[in-house]
């Protein structure tokens, strides 16, 4: 038995000698916010022992500071730990995981560090922590342990392995710290605010196994401060640590802090829980696939009366997955029929959308795209373990029921397999697909008279707000106006609620009485104004979430989009990160705007600065991937030579190189009315 307390104090001495000792100098690239921890905290950037000494005397030799500072220094000068453990994670996965965090899909964060006894022990406590909708990040001992057991590692497991020592835990609380800095208006410096949004807004638990050294039991008990539950399995003693055992640990740990789950086991033999929807299956380690061009596939969510169908009904027409030959592409059709009394038509494209997350969730089960484009892989391992076709409706007509409790009373699931079938159900979902486009397709901003907004990053971002219109999607790239009427009306008092946009200020920058009266209030007093069109006046908040940054470039009277997957430093001589660091966090900045990709494609975009002649500069892999939307478009507009004209990172990185390619190709933006 180690006595907590009496080792936390050796600890500490111990980490006041090796912060004297540091001898070179650190840094970590990928984020805008130096040691994030110290950072927070002091408002300080680290960068050797002078700087290191200072911030940790100042927070009172706090052992998260000393850890911080010797992993930076270590990592600086060794280098990164080879795979699978991660190390440091930059500011761009964080940014992603921010989404996660606010929709639901991740409920919590748990830490685990130590050398478990039992590797199977471990890997049950992860397996629970997955189950549970927990993100888990690992730390020492137990990731070899874990490997093993044969347990999968990395992000898309939600089981972050973060490095060989539990010091590494440290960056589990650099991710926090940077949360509450992109997503929670945390100030760098404010160590109060910091530490309160910590203990009240971060569902975070750590979980600790045994054999610790001093050193490491003071940097765990350092992160009592910030409200984090120690859990302790065996071995320690004294101190304010809890003790639990392998079976009650994660539920102690998640009741502590308040995270509470809903979660029912579906009678399928297969795992099923968000915390599988990030993994994909590979040819070779697919049993059968369906769709994906290469055999007839689709999906279609139909309304039916109340009474109409039988609630958890799955019928398979067709062979099943044991008829089917390993490593082939079959014919699927997939038809849900829901039934509730608040259910309405309009609904059905938006719950239709839902079966790509709940066919993800299956451990052995894979599925990309929508309608009649879809593609589905079902894994080796899960036929192994007795997976068929059934059990994929089993699971889609469970998942409906749990996730829509007020709205669907009876789901019914049908899984076509015969080809001939297949094909004729197609042709009939392919006209339920037109009719719907044919709905919603050419909804303008003028035809409607409300808008809706979101507010489900206020978590993070206390005074973020989103206004959702038909033609400008919400920056996040993740909810479409139809999208925000019907989960208004599905829960009237939820994130999204409608706005009247009341009477025009200023058409060209789309600037209305009713939506700044919102946004006023929505943002607590601290917004009085928000364009929906505009990047150079009043524009939106932004919370961090966004796909793509659009922002000005004065020298060339020009506007850039820059998208979040694009790693090198743009024109503006920013790289992504660097500028999302600086925008986020629920300001309105003039001259940056939080967009969505497909934005780009909608006729209000850049309205307020003259339209999408006003684009400049747009990352290779963006314009590639919008290029068969965007060619037609701007042909319509009369600008069929405009794609060429805007610039990437082959023919320009630097404002220089950009101002020479803009005028060799004629850009419109150099003659238009000054931006500034
Ligand atoms: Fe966050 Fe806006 Fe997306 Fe809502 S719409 S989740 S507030 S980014
Ligand atoms: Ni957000």
Redesign the pocket.
């Known amino acids: 038995m180690t006595d907590v307390l009496f080792a936390k104090k050796a600890g500490e001495e111990l980490l006041k000698t090796q912060i004297a000792g540091i001898s070179s100098t650190f840094s970590y690239d990928e984020t805008a916010y130096h040691l994030p921890v110290s950072y927070s905290l002091t408002g300080i950037a680290v960068s050797d022992r002078a700087t290191a000494a200072d911030v940790f005397a100042r927070m009172n030799n706090n052992p998260l500071i000393a850890a911080e500072c010797l992993l930076a220094e270590k990592t600086a000068t060794g280098g990164r730990e080879p795979a699978p453990y991660t190390g440091f994670i930059g500011d761009t996965v964080i940014r992603k995981l921010?989404?996660s965090l606010?929709d639901g899909s991740i409920l919590g964060l748990a830490l685990i560090v130590g050398k478990p006894e039992s590797a199977g022990g471990a890997a049950a406590i992860c397996r629970e922590l997955q189950e549970k909708y927990m993100l888990t990040f690992l730390a020492g001992g137990v990731i070899p342990s874990l490997s093993e057991a044969g347990v999968k590692l990395g992000l898309e497991y939600r089981l972050v392995p973060l490095g060989s020592t539990p010091l590494y835990g440290i960056h589990f609380v650099d991710i926090i710290a940077r949360v509450a800095m992109m997503?929670g208006g945390v100030t760098p410096g404010d160590a109060h605010r910091l530490l309160a949004y910590a203990a009240e807004r971060a569902k975070a638990i750590v979980i600790v196994f045994p054999g610790l050294s001093d050193e490491e039991i003071a940097f765990v008990d350092g992160m009592r401060v910030l409200g984090f539950p120690i859990l302790s399995l065996t071995g320690y003693e004294g101190g304010e640590w809890i003790p639990a055992t392998p079976d009650t640990v994660v539920r102690t740990g998640m009741e502590k802090k308040g995270i509470r789950v809903n979660v029912t086991a579906i009678p399928i033999p297969m795992a099923c829980s968000p915390a599988f929807e990030g993994k994909s299956i590979r040819k070779e380690e697919m049993y059968v696939e369906f769709g994906g061009g290469r055999s007839p596939a689709f999906e279609l969510l139909r309304m039916k009366n109340v009474g109409e169908i039988t609630d958890g009904q799955v019928t398979v027409i067709g062979p099943e997955i044991g008829s089917m030959t390993e490593g082939t592409a079959n014919p699927l059709g997939i038809i849900i029929e829901v039934a509730g009394k608040t259910m309405k038509k309009d609904y059905e494209p938006v719950l239709e959308r839902r079966i790509h997350n709940f066919v993800n969730y299956g451990e052995g089960s894979w599925h990309v795209a929508q309608r009649d484009i879809i593609w589905i892989r079902i894994s080796k391992e899960a036929v192994a373990k007795g997976v068929k076709i059934e059990h994929i409706g089993k699971l889609l007509a469970s998942k409906f029921r749990m996730d829509f409790p007020q709205l669907l009373d009876a789901v019914a699931v049908t899984l076509i397999t015969d080809k001939d079938k297949v094909l004729v159900a197609k042709a009939a979902a392919e006209k339920v697909y037109e009719e719907r486009d044919a709905r919603i397709k050419g909804m303008r901003d003028a035809d409607v008279n409300t808008y809706y907004s979101c507010t489900?990053?206020q978590t993070?971002?206390p005074n973020?707000v989103c206004v959702i219109t038909p033609e400008r999607p919400a920056l996040?790239g993740a909810i479409s106006w139809l999208d925000g009427k019907i989960a208004y009306e599905i829960s009237p008092s939820g994130a999204n609620q409608p706005v009247e946009k009341g009477s025009l200020i200023n058409a060209q920058n789309g600037e209305f009485e009713g939506v700044n009266r919102f946004v006023k209030k929505a943002s607590h007093g601290e917004i009085e104004r928000c364009s929906l069109y505009s990047v150079m006046e009043y524009p939106m908040t932004c919370?961090?979430?966004f796909e793509c940054i659009a922002l000005m470039l004065p020298e060339v009277n020009g506007i850039m989009v820059v998208n979040r997957e694009f790693k090198g430093v743009t024109p503006s001589g920013m790289s992504f990160s660097t500028l999302a660091g600086t925008i986020g966090g629920g300001a309105q900045t003039p001259g940056f705007a939080g967009i969505s990709k497909n934005y780009i494609l909608s006729d209000r975009f850049l309205q307020g600065e003259g339209g999408i002649e006003r684009l400049v500069w747009l990352p290779a892999q963006v314009k590639d991937e919008l290029k068969p939307r965007l060619l037609p478009l701007l042909a319509q507009r009369g600008l069929p030579d405009l794609f060429d004209k805007i610039a990437d990172e082959t023919n320009a990185t630097t404002i220089e190189e950009l101002t020479v390619f803009l005028e060799k190709v004629g850009h419109p933006a150099l003659t238009m009315k000054p931006l500034v």
């Open positions: 921010g989404y606010v997503f489900l990053c993070f971002a973020h996040c919370c961090g979430c």
